[in-house]
């Protein structure tokens, strides 16, 4: 099995966070990358999740928190109208 060389580009900064890392771990880069390849060829995939977050914390929790009331791990009162509503929240400040 033939070896090919390859060229990446990456910042100054990445590549010597990263090679830094590499050494730690005891591998060189090149070793890193080869272990990346492997892992995509055995996935079928990139090895890891690709997403965009555009949440802020703020806004996870409240996710998490209408799921758990959703879910029924969280009970919160119903109301039947808006005035009943209404007074209630009055009483909260």
Do not use: H, Q, W
């Amino acid at each position: 099995m033939g070896v090919t060389t390859i060229n990446i580009r990456l910042n100054d900064e990445d590549k010597k966070i990263f090679n830094e890392i590499c050494n730690e771990l005891g591998l060189n880069m090149s070793t890193a990358f080869n272990m990346f390849v492997k892992s995509m060829i055995r996935t079928g995939g990139l090895p890891f999740e690709v997403k965009i977050n555009n949440f802020n914390a703020e806004t996870i929790k409240a996710l998490e928190e209408t799921n758990d009331i959703l879910t029924g791990k969280i009970s919160r009162p119903v109301y039947k109208t808006t005035k009943e509503l209404f007074e209630a929240l009055d009483k909260e400040d």
